[in-house]
């Protein structure tokens, strides 16, 4: 047995698939599954029915796969102690962020961050805040970006900044002629949500108190803040933006762009590792980076702000 053999038969319960598992681990389908064919062999027990699709591990095999992810783990704190104590930048750091976050924050920082330590393999992905908390508590990310904050004896969080949402609201709207946004001017009908599950839209629709939006939403279950924005511009309903997304409109994009009355509904964002989490040096250039490109009022909450 050997810490490949255990990478190996992690990736196939991971993507459910011996293909998919080998071009992740980055060998030849062959290659994978003799490799794990000889640690069932040395194990004399059968880790995955391969008789059905997509591939499933027996009941000990999820067993020992658990087992072989804690070990995995440990085998990473060993090898990101020898890079900290080097202080060594190389090394795989992987992060969730919230994909209402993603598309407005990275690209102002993080091109400028790989192209000046490109030693640096950072790996990012988009998760809703519940997919992100369980990605870190069970090793499978370093870090999440998330706009809840979360007590955990495990995590530490760090508060990174604070960001306002704004209405998008297309010019056919009654709405539209008004400077300022009042909870009591949103039309449900009209309205433009995420799906059920991400945090930006929960948060509004507790600030709204839109309880009955479910009843009058218009049914687009697979929308992104991206797509919800090309519709208002086309001339339907309205939708709502967090603040750095503000940043990259167009003039003629921002005549679509409406502030809350006050108090104005306000996220705060944080990044969250998990205790044993040792790469310091690397995080504390992570967040450093980060936070030089954020704009200084949104480093602190006003007093025309409420969190929500």
């Not at 961050?113 to 790996?123: A, F, M, T």
Request: aromatic share 8%; proline share 5%.
């Amino acid at each position: 047995m050997n810490i490949q053999q255990l990478e190996y038969i992690v990736a196939v319960e991971e993507y459910q698939h011996f293909g998919k598992a080998a071009e992740h681990c980055r060998v030849t389908h062959p290659t994978l599954s003799m490799m794990i064919q000889k640690l069932e062999e040395e194990l004399d027990i059968k880790l995955f029915d391969r008789s059905v699709q997509p591939v499933r591990p027996t009941s000990t095999g999820t067993k020992i796969i658990e087992q072989a992810r804690k070990v995995l783990h440990q085998v990473s704190l060993i090898k990101d102690i020898s890079h900290e104590e080097k202080h060594n930048l190389s090394g795989t750091f992987r992060i969730a962020v919230l994909p209402t976050v993603a598309p407005y924050l990275l690209p102002r920082f993080f091109p400028q961050l790989l192209k000046k330590y490109p030693v640096i393999d950072i790996r990012m992905l988009e998760m809703k805040t519940s997919d992100s908390i369980n990605s870190l508590l069970t090793n499978k990310t370093d870090a999440i970006i998330i706009a809840t904050h979360i007590e955990h004896k495990d995590l530490i969080v760090y508060p990174l900044y604070y960001e306002e949402f704004y209405g998008y609201i297309s010019n056919n709207e009654a709405i539209f002629k008004n400077e300022l946004i009042r909870t009591s001017d949103i039309d449900g009908e009209h309205l433009w949500l995420l799906d059920e599950g991400h945090c930006f839209r929960d948060q509004l629709v507790r600030f709204c108190q839109m309880d009955n939006v479910k009843m009058h939403q218009i049914a687009y279950k697979l929308g992104s803040l991206e797509t919800f924005m090309r519709m208002v511009e086309s001339g339907n309903g309205m939708t709502f933006i967090p603040e750095l997304a503000t940043y990259q409109l167009d003039d003629r994009q921002k005549q679509l762009v409406r502030p809350f009355a006050i108090p104005r509904p306000t996220r705060q964002l944080f990044l969250i590792t998990r205790s044993d989490f040792v790469r310091h040096e690397l995080l504390n250039l992570f967040i450093k980076s980060l936070k030089e490109v954020i704009p200084e009022e949104m480093m602190a909450l006003k007093n025309t702000q409420r969190l929500v």
